[in-house]
């Protein structure tokens, strides 16, 4: 049974996260250095605050330059929020911050003429369909964020925010939710779950009860 790694930077609320990982029944680690990480299975790359301070963190944890190889090896890499746009190319954000390359585009500030951040619930449509990934039917998400990613051929689920943005990216073993799929109720627990078992994870059995 592979195990979630919970890449743990000083960039992100963690609780929320291992709270939604522990009601999908799904074990995991947090690991604030790769020599941390699970041998194998999904590695989660949260993150809020500002692109250019978490790439930093990042990278004198050692994970900027071990997630590349991580990927190219097959292991499959989910981002969000920040983490999406940490596996960009790069940010307006921080123009002189390179991001990871492991998905195609800049980051580019959201608007003109609508309140940023963008703190809330949007719908969520499917641009392109993806493996891992079911029709969200237009359901609910919970966005925190200013920037976002303009939508590509990588992007699967598309939200509106004065302009389309990518709300969900893929490319090869490697997802991006801008959403925060723990905080959107059970849509984003149902994404959630679907997304890492595409990547391999299977939910731990409950113990069996003692006679």
């Not at 890449?7 to 995991?28: H, K, Q, T, V, W």
């Not at 609508?114 to 641009?127: E, F, I, L, Q, T």
């Not at 039917?137 to 925190?144: D, N, R, S």
């Not at 699967?156 to 997802?175: C, Q, S």
């Amino acid at each position: 049974m592979s195990t979630v790694t919970l890449i743990d930077y000083d960039a992100g609320n963690l609780a929320s996260m291992e709270g939604a990982l522990e009601r999908l029944n799904l074990p995991f680690v947090r690991a604030a250095s790769p020599d941390q990480a699970a041998p194998e299975g999904p590695i989660i790359l949260p993150g809020v605050g500002h692109f250019e301070t978490a790439q930093r963190s990042l990278r004198d944890r050692g994970w900027w330059r071990h997630l590349p190889g991580l990927v190219a090896d097959g292991r499959p890499v989910l981002g969000i929020c920040l983490g999406l746009q940490l596996l960009a190319e790069g940010s307006e954000e921080a123009p002189r911050a390179s991001g990871l390359g492991l998905i195609p585009g800049i980051v580019r500030r959201l608007g003109p003429g609508v309140k940023v951040p963008h703190m809330g619930w949007s719908r969520v449509h499917r641009r392109y369909p993806h493996p891992g990934l079911p029709d969200p039917g237009g359901a609910w998400l919970y966005f925190v964020h200013s920037y976002a990613l303009e939508p590509t051929a990588e992007t699967v689920y598309t939200a509106d925010h004065g302009r389309p943005f990518a709300a969900i990216e893929a490319r090869g073993n490697v997802l991006g939710f801008q959403p925060h799929p723990e905080k959107s109720g059970a849509a984003g627990l149902m994404l959630l779950q679907a997304a890492l078992a595409w990547m391999g994870a299977v939910a731990s059995l409950p113990e069996a009860p003692c006679n």
